[in-house]
């Protein structure tokens, strides 16, 4: 709904140029948007759990990119459409418009992808940009360590150079895709002397299929995959894998998180994440029934409902009210450093709610075809939990709020 | 299939601006703490001067048009004046008047408003009138308005009529034939006792409950056009008092903020405990959302009658400033520890206007109730 206010707001103002190119999009997604493949579709590229999903999204990817849909801003010589990045944010609003699959391939577009078209060599933008886009080649992360959460600065990781190699050991969690990665992009220890923690950290385009690498899937509370672990021994890398220079890795890291923010940022573009919106509760809220009535109709759901809306409606104000800066200067960087927060814990307790409002059948899960919508709020109320944990937990981003907008004292 | 579009709309203007930094200003220095508290036990609640020196400013002409004398800026320049004024809890009757005045401007005739405008650009305080009942939320109106000797007769009682004791003109919500209508009272024209004044749980703030069995008014002092005025009127005031109590939101924080960062207990700053810190961070978020929503009114909100988008942002914008302040002042007791228990605490000036402010033109759930259809139908 945001997206469709905005929409229209632009449409108005669009060239002919563009809103000729809208409708060729609009056309391409209705003849092109594959059927039901009848099994559930992952909302994000951390639900990639089988073979015949990974196919499926595979194939949707490449054909988003020999359409010209994806990657239009990139350099052409590297498979890229090199053309205005505009054109690609309006083609990624029509695509999530339309929900279609998202394009999966997501460290590769939106991290590593960006990163080499602005720093990499030639031959390394020869080398990975078209596996990038076309998904022959998947991409995965490896910055998280096993019990150190997202504080990079702890990493352990040794990366020790050997003539024209590193010697890579240690262990990565949450490599999302990492049992399909060809590539990850790494973050190890170069020198664990060095006076400040992040000092010591280079960043590496490691191949997968080095000797010595091996991962093993990690289980969800979804009950399906998606991530895994990945283990170093001795694995050899070739040096010339180093971005930028040694120690210089976590600078880069910060770096590449600046591409998360889509197209208009450096990254590919294509849908990476299917949202789920209010509309989307409020629409279930009219379909299930008590006693023959919709429950869109009970007096309780309906304040529930309401309150639902007026956060979810704080949130998308309080984005643009960001853009106001004589609206921040009382409390700085509130609003910004507390968007997460807002964001992902907002989306956990709606989802679980609709799990609440589906009354008896809220019970059953993905496989039973008593389901409401095939499982798919149960499984998107548990999947939520990696946005509110991932990135730092919603309580350490409570701790940064409180500590650095309200200078409350660390513990 | 519930189609909704969501009017997203929220700017700020230089002139608004402005007005946010200099009405900072002159709030804090006019209203101290201390000042605030010298002015619970006193008559009016405010300072004379001090509402003389706002009116020589011209902030009670800022959202009345230039023709009667005002500056034109609209309602939504008031929006950082009375967010400041809660800030550091500066009362006047200015939030009163307001209101009261965009009764007139939106529900008046060109005669009534040049006649009773100009003089409220020039300080004469205005109240609405409108509680007759159990609640705000409440749509039965039992005073009435009744046809006698070629003019109309007054009759039942008013509740807390804001700043009642200093009011020069009255609107009053009467029932005239089973029609909801605005009627203008000269405070001359009420009888000797007509005004009891209420205790209010906010010490900060005055009222009265107002008996105007009696009174006599002619034709030309019922406002031409009640029905929009009213529904207007109720918006605009829930929307004042929304930005009031987000000011005042904040200025419970700061209070908090000063006491957890200052108070060591087993040997640590409270403020480094997570129990505390969390829901802190928590009152800072709920001020942050209500004050996006009071500026997203503020951006809507035009002298024409309120359309369906406005009507949303006002309702929003009351439901969630109300429940943050009073999140806000009842944390801030709560974690004041023994000395929240006190009435020299602060914290005690800001759980006592939650409770007050939450009332005002309807609390968070009739709010909810009627953005229900608004938003779900």
Known sequence: MTENSQLAGQQSMESTELSDFRKGIIDWIKHNTPADPGFLLPQTFMEVGSEQVLDFLREWQYKVWSAGYLGMAWPKQYGGGGMPRLFQQIADEEMRRA????????????????????????????????????????????????NHGSDLGSIQTRAERDGDEYVINGSKIWTTLGNYAKYMILLARTDAQAERRYNGLSFFLAPMGANGISTSPIQKLTGEYGFTETFFTDARIPASCIMGEEGHGWRIAMHTLQYERGAEAGAAGGVSILSIVMDDLLKMAQDVER???????????????????????????????????????DYPNSL?????????????????????????PGALYVGDDQAVDGGFWQRAYLNNFSTTIGGGTSQVQANIIGEHVLGLPKD | MITRTANLDISFSDEQAMILDSAKVFCRD??????????????????NDVWAEMIALGWTGLALPEQYGGSGMGLGATIPLVESMGRYLLCTPFITSTIAAQAILRGGTNQQKSRWLPSMVEGAVATMALLDNEDWGATQIRCTLTPKDGGFVLEGKKLQVNDAAVADIFLVLASSNGVPTLVVVEAKALPEGAISNNTLVDETKRAGNVNFSGVTIKADAILANAAEALQ??????ALLTASEATGTSAAALDTLVDYLTTRKQFGRLIGSYQALKHPTVDIL????????????????ISDAHLNKDTEIACRMAKAQATDALLFAG??????????????????????????????????????RKLLAPLLLD
Not at chain 1, 132 to 142: K, V, Y
Not at chain 2, 285 to 300: G, K, P, V
Not at chain 2, 345 to 354: Q, V
Request: charged share 20%.
């Open chain 2, 30 to 47: 006019k209203s101290d703490i201390t000042t605030v508290r010298s002015l619970l036990k006193s008559e009016t609640g405010y300072q």
């Open chain 2, 285 to 300: 978020l709920q001020m942050d959302s209500a004050r996006t929503f009071i500026y997203h009114a503020a951006t809507l």
């Open chain 1, 291 to 329: 006693d023959g009535q919709p429950l869109l109709q009970d007096p309780i759901t309906r304040d529930n409902l309401v309150k639902f809306l007026i956060e979810e409606q704080a949130l998308y104000l309080g984005e643009r009210r960001v853009g106001i800066p004589a609206l921040c200067r």
């Open chain 2, 330 to 367: 009842d944390r801030a007791v709560q974690f004041h520890g023994g000395m929240g228990f006190t009435y020299d605490c602060n914290a005690m000036l800001y759980i006592r206007r939650a409770q007050w402010a939450q009332h005002q033109y309807g609390d968070a759930q009739h709010h």
């Open chain 1, 99 to 146: 929900r279609v699959p998202i394009c999966f391939n997501v460290i590769g577009l939106g991290w590593a992808g960006p990163l080499i078209i602005d720093t990499g060599t030639d031959v390394e933008k020869e080398t990975y940009i078209k596996g990038i886009l076309n998904a022959e080649d998947i991409w995965c992360q490896g910055f998280s360590e096993p």
């Open chain 1, 336 to 360: 910004a450093l507390s968007g997460k927060l807002r964001g992902t814990e907002f989306f956990r307790r709606m989802r679980q709610y609709a799990l609440t409002l589906q009354g008896a």
């Open chain 2, 232 to 237: 207007d009127v109720r918006l605009i005031g």
